[in-house]
Protein backbone atom coordinates (compact mmCIF):
# COMPACT_ATOMS: atom_id res chain seq x y z
CA UNK A 1 0.00 0.00 0.00
CA UNK A 2 2.72 2.08 0.91
CA UNK A 3 4.51 1.76 -2.59
CA UNK A 4 0.98 2.78 -4.45
CA UNK A 5 0.62 5.32 -1.92
CA UNK A 6 4.20 7.12 -3.38
CA UNK A 7 4.00 5.94 -6.96
CA UNK A 8 0.12 7.70 -7.42
CA UNK A 9 1.95 10.92 -5.60
CA UNK A 10 4.83 11.02 -7.96
CA UNK A 11 2.19 10.22 -11.09
CA UNK A 12 0.46 13.20 -10.15
CA UNK A 13 3.63 15.56 -9.67
CA UNK A 14 4.85 14.40 -13.23
CA UNK A 15 1.35 15.02 -14.84
CA UNK A 16 0.83 18.33 -13.48
CA UNK A 17 4.29 19.31 -14.17
CA UNK A 18 3.82 18.35 -17.78
CA UNK A 19 0.38 19.89 -18.19
CA UNK A 20 1.33 23.10 -17.25
CA UNK A 21 4.73 23.84 -18.15
CA UNK A 22 6.18 20.61 -20.89
CA UNK A 23 3.17 19.76 -22.48
CA UNK A 24 3.41 17.72 -25.52
CA UNK A 25 6.57 19.23 -26.49
CA UNK A 26 8.40 15.71 -26.33
CA UNK A 27 6.94 12.57 -27.39
CA UNK A 28 7.34 10.72 -24.19
CA UNK A 29 5.54 14.02 -22.41
CA UNK A 30 2.86 13.81 -24.90
CA UNK A 31 1.61 10.78 -24.18
CA UNK A 32 1.38 11.34 -20.72
CA UNK A 33 -0.39 14.97 -21.78
CA UNK A 34 -2.74 13.25 -24.06
CA UNK A 35 -3.61 10.74 -21.32
CA UNK A 36 -3.70 12.40 -17.89
CA UNK A 37 -6.27 15.92 -18.47
CA UNK A 38 -7.07 17.72 -15.11
CA UNK A 39 -9.67 15.95 -14.40
CA UNK A 40 -7.91 12.61 -14.54
CA UNK A 41 -5.19 14.02 -12.23
CA UNK A 42 -8.03 15.69 -10.01
CA UNK A 43 -9.40 12.04 -9.65
CA UNK A 44 -6.14 10.31 -8.88
CA UNK A 45 -6.18 13.35 -6.20
CA UNK A 46 -9.27 12.34 -4.72
CA UNK A 47 -7.84 9.02 -4.71
CA UNK A 48 -4.70 10.13 -2.89
CA UNK A 49 -6.76 12.25 -0.37
CA UNK A 50 -8.91 8.54 0.87
CA UNK A 51 -6.17 6.48 0.77
CA UNK A 52 -3.10 8.70 2.36
CA UNK A 53 -4.54 10.37 5.66
CA UNK A 54 -0.68 11.76 6.15
CA UNK A 55 -1.16 14.38 3.23
CA UNK A 56 -4.98 14.87 2.95
CA UNK A 57 -5.27 18.52 3.92
CA UNK A 58 -2.87 19.08 1.79
CA UNK A 59 -4.09 17.03 -0.94
CA UNK A 60 -7.58 18.88 -0.72
CA UNK A 61 -5.87 22.21 -0.99
CA UNK A 62 -4.17 20.84 -3.72
CA UNK A 63 -7.85 19.38 -5.48
CA UNK A 64 -9.44 22.98 -4.66
CA UNK A 65 -6.82 24.84 -6.59
CA UNK A 66 -7.08 22.12 -9.61
CA UNK A 67 -10.69 22.54 -9.61
CA UNK A 68 -10.65 26.35 -9.67
CA UNK A 69 -7.99 25.97 -12.39
CA UNK A 70 -9.65 23.26 -14.69
CA UNK A 71 -12.93 25.21 -14.33
CA UNK A 72 -11.41 28.92 -15.44
CA UNK A 73 -9.80 27.01 -18.38
CA UNK A 74 -12.48 24.77 -19.68
CA UNK A 75 -15.36 26.44 -18.80
CA UNK A 76 -16.70 29.32 -21.95
CA UNK A 77 -19.29 31.85 -21.55
CA UNK A 78 -19.45 34.28 -24.70
CA UNK A 79 -23.24 33.55 -25.33
CA UNK A 80 -23.96 37.62 -24.83
CA UNK A 81 -25.29 39.16 -27.29
CA UNK A 82 -25.24 35.74 -29.95
CA UNK A 83 -27.29 34.90 -32.26
CA UNK A 84 -28.26 32.23 -35.07
CA UNK A 85 -28.02 34.71 -37.91
CA UNK A 86 -25.64 33.27 -40.76
CA UNK A 87 -24.22 30.12 -41.99
CA UNK A 88 -25.01 27.35 -39.93
CA UNK A 89 -21.94 24.77 -39.72
CA UNK A 90 -22.25 21.74 -37.95
CA UNK A 91 -19.19 18.67 -37.47
CA UNK A 92 -19.65 15.83 -35.77
CA UNK A 93 -17.83 12.58 -35.70
CA UNK A 94 -20.51 10.14 -35.71
CA UNK A 95 -18.38 7.27 -34.88
CA UNK A 96 -19.09 5.27 -37.86
CA UNK A 97 -22.90 4.02 -36.71
CA UNK A 98 -25.05 7.11 -37.19
CA UNK A 99 -26.28 8.52 -40.42
CA UNK A 100 -26.75 11.93 -41.56
CA UNK A 101 -30.48 11.65 -41.22
CA UNK A 102 -29.56 11.23 -37.39
CA UNK A 103 -27.18 14.28 -37.34
CA UNK A 104 -30.32 16.51 -38.31
CA UNK A 105 -32.01 14.78 -35.30
CA UNK A 106 -29.92 15.80 -33.10
CA UNK A 107 -29.02 19.03 -34.30
CA UNK A 108 -32.86 19.43 -34.26
CA UNK A 109 -32.82 21.03 -38.13
CA UNK A 110 -30.96 20.79 -40.76
CA UNK A 111 -27.88 22.82 -41.37
CA UNK A 112 -26.64 24.37 -44.02
CA UNK A 113 -23.27 22.72 -44.30
CA UNK A 114 -22.44 19.43 -41.91
CA UNK A 115 -19.35 17.86 -41.92
CA UNK A 116 -19.98 13.72 -40.71
CA UNK A 117 -16.73 12.34 -39.61
CA UNK A 118 -16.77 8.34 -39.59
CA UNK A 119 -19.44 8.31 -42.26
CA UNK A 120 -20.73 5.40 -44.41
CA UNK A 121 -21.83 4.98 -47.92
CA UNK A 122 -25.32 3.30 -46.58
CA UNK A 123 -26.07 6.24 -44.71
CA UNK A 124 -25.40 8.56 -47.41
CA UNK A 125 -27.65 6.98 -49.59
CA UNK A 126 -30.31 6.52 -47.45
CA UNK A 127 -30.47 10.36 -46.86
CA UNK A 128 -29.57 11.33 -50.35
CA UNK A 129 -32.74 9.08 -51.52
CA UNK A 130 -34.67 11.20 -49.06
CA UNK A 131 -33.41 14.33 -49.95
CA UNK A 132 -33.19 14.40 -53.19
CA UNK A 133 -32.50 18.19 -53.59
CA UNK A 134 -29.58 18.61 -51.27
CA UNK A 135 -26.19 17.92 -52.04
CA UNK A 136 -23.64 15.07 -50.83
CA UNK A 137 -20.32 13.78 -50.69
CA UNK A 138 -18.74 10.64 -49.20
CA UNK A 139 -14.66 10.88 -49.03
CA UNK A 140 -12.13 7.37 -49.51
CA UNK A 141 -11.71 8.12 -46.51
CA UNK A 142 -15.19 8.34 -44.81
CA UNK A 143 -16.11 11.89 -44.36
CA UNK A 144 -19.32 12.85 -45.08
CA UNK A 145 -20.10 16.06 -46.29
CA UNK A 146 -23.79 17.69 -46.60
CA UNK A 147 -24.94 20.71 -48.17
CA UNK A 148 -28.27 22.72 -48.79
CA UNK A 149 -26.32 24.59 -51.88
CA UNK A 150 -24.03 23.12 -54.36
CA UNK A 151 -20.68 21.81 -53.53
CA UNK A 152 -17.44 21.66 -54.73
CA UNK A 153 -15.03 18.97 -53.99
CA UNK A 154 -11.37 20.16 -54.69
CA UNK A 155 -8.92 18.01 -52.71
CA UNK A 156 -8.52 15.27 -50.83
CA UNK A 157 -5.29 14.00 -48.84
CA UNK A 158 -4.19 11.42 -47.01
CA UNK A 159 -0.87 11.04 -45.14
CA UNK A 160 0.48 7.27 -44.28
CA UNK A 161 -0.52 7.17 -41.02
CA UNK A 162 -4.22 7.71 -41.75
CA UNK A 163 -4.91 11.49 -41.51
CA UNK A 164 -6.90 13.16 -43.85
CA UNK A 165 -7.50 16.72 -45.06
CA UNK A 166 -10.72 17.24 -47.50
CA UNK A 167 -11.47 20.22 -49.16
CA UNK A 168 -14.42 21.82 -50.25
CA UNK A 169 -16.32 24.93 -51.19
CA UNK A 170 -19.87 25.95 -50.90
CA UNK A 171 -21.47 29.12 -49.82
CA UNK A 172 -18.73 30.95 -51.22
CA UNK A 173 -16.47 29.59 -48.13
CA UNK A 174 -13.45 27.42 -48.49
CA UNK A 175 -13.77 24.13 -46.36
CA UNK A 176 -11.40 22.04 -44.87
CA UNK A 177 -12.63 19.13 -43.35
CA UNK A 178 -9.68 17.24 -41.06
CA UNK A 179 -9.81 13.50 -39.47
CA UNK A 180 -6.35 12.88 -37.58
CA UNK A 181 -5.48 9.83 -36.81
CA UNK A 182 -6.55 8.54 -33.18
CA UNK A 183 -3.36 6.79 -32.95
CA UNK A 184 -1.76 8.21 -29.83
CA UNK A 185 1.37 6.95 -31.18
CA UNK A 186 1.58 8.95 -33.16
CA UNK A 187 3.50 12.61 -33.06
CA UNK A 188 0.73 15.52 -32.98
CA UNK A 189 3.13 17.80 -34.24
CA UNK A 190 3.80 15.61 -37.52
CA UNK A 191 -0.12 15.34 -37.66
CA UNK A 192 -0.66 18.76 -37.38
CA UNK A 193 2.21 19.90 -39.71
CA UNK A 194 0.22 17.60 -42.31
CA UNK A 195 -3.02 19.74 -41.94
CA UNK A 196 -0.98 23.00 -41.79
CA UNK A 197 1.05 21.61 -45.04
CA UNK A 198 -2.80 21.17 -46.68
CA UNK A 199 -4.16 24.10 -46.27
CA UNK A 200 -4.21 27.90 -47.22
CA UNK A 201 -4.39 30.40 -44.51
CA UNK A 202 -7.06 32.91 -46.35
CA UNK A 203 -10.14 34.74 -45.86
CA UNK A 204 -13.63 33.00 -45.75
CA UNK A 205 -12.20 29.55 -44.86
CA UNK A 206 -13.42 27.34 -42.24
CA UNK A 207 -10.87 24.35 -41.14
CA UNK A 208 -13.14 22.08 -39.03
CA UNK A 209 -13.49 18.26 -38.12
CA UNK A 210 -11.79 15.83 -35.29
CA UNK A 211 -8.07 17.03 -35.14
CA UNK A 212 -7.93 13.86 -31.85
CA UNK A 213 -5.92 16.89 -30.51
CA UNK A 214 -6.89 18.72 -27.41
CA UNK A 215 -6.81 22.93 -27.99
CA UNK A 216 -4.27 23.19 -25.11
CA UNK A 217 -1.65 21.36 -27.49
CA UNK A 218 1.69 23.47 -28.21
CA UNK A 219 1.14 22.55 -31.67
CA UNK A 220 -2.46 24.82 -32.42
CA UNK A 221 -0.27 27.96 -32.20
CA UNK A 222 -0.42 28.42 -36.39
CA UNK A 223 -4.46 28.44 -35.83
CA UNK A 224 -4.94 30.49 -32.82
CA UNK A 225 -2.68 32.86 -34.87
CA UNK A 226 -4.47 32.74 -38.27
CA UNK A 227 -7.85 31.77 -36.99
CA UNK A 228 -10.46 32.15 -34.57
CA UNK A 229 -11.53 28.84 -32.77
CA UNK A 230 -15.73 29.41 -32.60
CA UNK A 231 -16.60 27.88 -29.54
CA UNK A 232 -13.66 30.08 -27.72
CA UNK A 233 -15.40 32.92 -29.46
CA UNK A 234 -19.06 32.87 -28.95
CA UNK A 235 -19.45 29.10 -26.79
CA UNK A 236 -21.26 28.60 -23.49
CA UNK A 237 -19.90 25.48 -21.60
CA UNK A 238 -17.00 23.19 -21.02
CA UNK A 239 -15.11 23.28 -24.20
CA UNK A 240 -14.23 19.37 -24.19
CA UNK A 241 -15.57 17.43 -26.67
CA UNK A 242 -14.80 13.94 -25.67
CA UNK A 243 -15.34 11.15 -24.18
CA UNK A 244 -19.37 10.10 -24.10
CA UNK A 245 -20.28 13.68 -22.75
CA UNK A 246 -17.77 13.73 -19.74
CA UNK A 247 -15.55 16.68 -20.22
CA UNK A 248 -12.05 14.78 -20.97
CA UNK A 249 -10.39 16.42 -24.09
CA UNK A 250 -11.41 19.20 -26.88
CA UNK A 251 -10.82 17.05 -29.06
CA UNK A 252 -12.95 18.33 -32.11
CA UNK A 253 -12.56 21.94 -33.33
CA UNK A 254 -14.00 24.91 -35.83
CA UNK A 255 -11.60 27.20 -37.04
CA UNK A 256 -12.97 30.40 -38.68
CA UNK A 257 -10.46 33.56 -40.64
CA UNK A 258 -10.89 36.50 -39.09
CA UNK A 259 -12.78 37.88 -41.81
CA UNK A 260 -16.12 35.61 -41.01
CA UNK A 261 -17.96 37.19 -37.81
CA UNK A 262 -18.72 34.06 -34.96
CA UNK A 263 -22.32 34.67 -34.15
CA UNK A 264 -22.57 31.46 -31.80
CA UNK A 265 -21.04 28.64 -31.12
CA UNK A 266 -22.54 25.52 -29.46
CA UNK A 267 -21.70 22.12 -28.03
CA UNK A 268 -24.48 19.48 -28.63
CA UNK A 269 -24.27 16.38 -26.22
CA UNK A 270 -25.73 13.32 -27.20
CA UNK A 271 -24.85 9.86 -25.92
CA UNK A 272 -24.89 8.32 -30.01
CA UNK A 273 -21.16 9.11 -30.00
CA UNK A 274 -18.46 9.04 -27.82
CA UNK A 275 -17.74 12.73 -29.55
CA UNK A 276 -20.37 16.12 -29.31
CA UNK A 277 -21.50 17.71 -31.91
CA UNK A 278 -20.31 21.43 -32.43
CA UNK A 279 -22.69 23.89 -34.45
CA UNK A 280 -21.55 27.43 -35.19
CA UNK A 281 -23.15 30.16 -36.75
CA UNK A 282 -20.65 32.53 -38.99
CA UNK A 283 -21.26 35.75 -40.87
CA UNK A 284 -22.10 34.87 -44.78
CA UNK A 285 -19.09 36.36 -46.90
CA UNK A 286 -19.64 39.34 -49.00
CA UNK A 287 -19.26 38.23 -52.55
CA UNK A 288 -17.40 41.56 -54.73
CA UNK A 289 -18.71 42.10 -57.93
Given at each position: ?????T?I?????????????????????????????L???????????????K??????????????I???????????????????????????????????L???????V??????????????????P??????????????????L???????????????????????F?A???T???????????????????Y??????????????????????????????????????????????????????????L?????????????????L???????????
Amino acid sequence: MKQLKTGIQVLIIIAVLIHFRVKDYFYVSAIIFYAFPLPIIMLLTSFSIIVNKKWRKISMLFLLVLSVIWYFKSYVSNHNHTSKNGLEIVVWNAGHNQSFEEAFLENKRIPDVLVLIECNLKSIQKTQNTYPNYYFHLSEEEIGIFSRTPLKIISEVTSETNSTVLKFSTNNIIFYAVDLTAEIFNSRKEELQFVYANIEYHNNSVVLGDFNTPLESIYFEDFKNNYNHAFSVKGKGFKETWFWNLPLLSLDHIWVSHNLKINKTDKITTWKSDHSMLRTYVSRPTIRK
